[in-house]
């Protein structure tokens, strides 16, 4: 089972960025699929963002052009840089590692991933 912490999170004010961290035990050499996750109280845990061994990345629409996922394979580091934050951005967010669709690709979909971290909470303020 791969450990997996995350870091990186904080207070900002609408429109400010964060660079959220996943430092991993084993990381993507052992894994296909990495995601970004995240969850507010009451409701249930949602993706983010994934990506491939090859660094191709999956978006949600309402994250699809502020935030990018990338990951350095070396450091055995998942990043989720986040630009333009706002208010419905807040929650704990959460890196994950697990497997493909049926067809390959990855996608921040919550069955398909079985190590977690810990959670980082995010906090956009108006």
């Known amino acids: 089972q791969e450990q997996l912490v995350e870091s990186g999170g904080g207070s900002v004010q609408s429109g400010g960025s964060l660079r959220l961290s996943c430092a991993g035990s084993e990381f993507t050499g052992s894994r296909y699929c990495m995601g970004w996750f995240r969850q507010i109280p009451g409701k249930e845990r949602e993706g983010v963002a994934s990506?491939?061994?090859?660094?191709?990345?999956f978006y949600v629409r309402a994250v699809e052009g502020r935030f990018t996922i990338s990951q350095d394979a070396v450091k055995k580091t998942l990043f989720l840089h986040m630009n333009n934050l706002e208010p419905e951005d807040t929650a704990m967010y959460y890196c994950a590692a697990g497997g493909p669709l049926p067809m390959g690709t990855c996608s921040p979909i919550t069955t398909l991933y079985f190590d977690w971290g810990q959670g980082t909470q995010v906090t956009v303020s108006s």
């Open positions: 990506i491939d061994r090859s660094g191709t990345p």
